[in-house]
């Protein structure tokens, strides 16, 4: 599976090279994206811009990646998600809060919580 990728200190964003997310493609999905070099220790912005479709096993696939980096201890946002896919996702799983329409706002939301964190630990 092909992916755009751009690696920022902090973030890494991947853009899947795909139209349409099925049962064909979510588990290489899944893999690919957790096994991607740079992304240990980074933050996560997945843009599904050129994401038309995805069936069930699709939207379980990016759930998946999602909730593995807050699992690691790092931050996971989606953006460039139609109309579709944000209403098929918010209602597969209630707890995916960073929906952004822009890839401004996923980077906000990222960062933000990247900063959460270390003032978390500071406390401790």
């Given amino acids: 599976m092909e992916f755009k990728i751009d690696t920022k200190e902090k973030i890494l964003v991947v853009q ?3 139209t349409t997310l099925d049962a ?3 588990a290489r999905f899944t893999k690919e994206v957790a096994e991607l070099p740079g992304l240990e220790g980074r933050n996560l912005i997945l843009d599904m811009e ?3 479709k995805a069936d069930d096993t ?7 990646v999602y909730h593995q980096q807050y699992d690691s201890g790092m ?3 989606l953006t460039g998600l139609n109309s579709t896919l944000t209403n098929t996702i918010k209602k597969a799983d209630e707890t ?5 329409p822009t890839m401004l706002e ?3 939301l990222v960062m933000m919580e990247d900063l959460e964190r270390e003032l ?5």
């Fill in 58 to 64: 699709g939207i379980k696939a990016i759930l998946t």
């Fill in 50 to 52: 050129l994401v038309e």
């Fill in 24 to 26: 064909n493609l979510s």
């Fill in 96 to 100: 995916v809060y960073n929906l952004a």
């Fill in 16 to 18: 899947p090279q795909i």
């Fill in 75 to 77: 931050s996971c946002a």
């Fill in 106 to 108: 996923a980077i906000d």
């Fill in 120 to 124: 978390m630990q500071d406390e401790d």
